[in-house]
């Protein structure tokens, strides 16, 4: 059972990258998906989350930049990001799970994690 976290890097403000995560021993489909992120110094927080495709959340400060959405055929959820701020700058995490809606955004509900990629946007 593994999540594979890809897609980071280096952007100027404004910019855009899309992050996936794929999963190889078992079915996306079968879990929610969660993006949450990590940057220095600060608490992992929850980013986005997706179950079954109906329920989807975003925390706050993404709403209306970030995309989430999910492509089972190859068993993969992307995140979208869009006008990126220096803020966004952190390790982004996917981790699969059954947490209820409400605690979409706790970590300690996931199950598997994947190992994180890097997001740099310069100011």
């Known amino acids: 059972v593994q999540l594979q976290a890809s897609g980071g890097g280096l952007v100027q403000a404004g910019g855009s990258l899309r992050l996936s995560c794929a999963a190889s021993?078992?079915?996306?489909?079968?879990?929610?998906i969660g993006w949450f992120r990590q940057a220095p110094g600060r608490e992992r927080e929850g980013v986005s989350y997706i179950r079954s495709g109906h329920s989807i959340y975003y925390t706050d400060s993404v709403k209306g930049r970030f995309t989430i959405s999910r492509d089972n055929a190859k068993n993969t959820v992307y995140l979208q990001m869009n006008s990126l701020k220096p803020e966004d700058t952190a390790v982004y995490y996917c981790?699969?799970?059954?947490?209820?809606?409400?605690?979409?955004?706790?970590?300690?509900?996931?199950?598997?994690w994947g190992q994180g990629t890097l997001v740099t946007v310069s100011s």
């Open positions: 021993g078992f079915r996306l489909g079968d879990y929610a």
């Open positions: 981790a699969a799970g059954r947490p209820v809606s409400s605690a979409w955004s706790i970590s300690s509900m996931y199950h598997y």
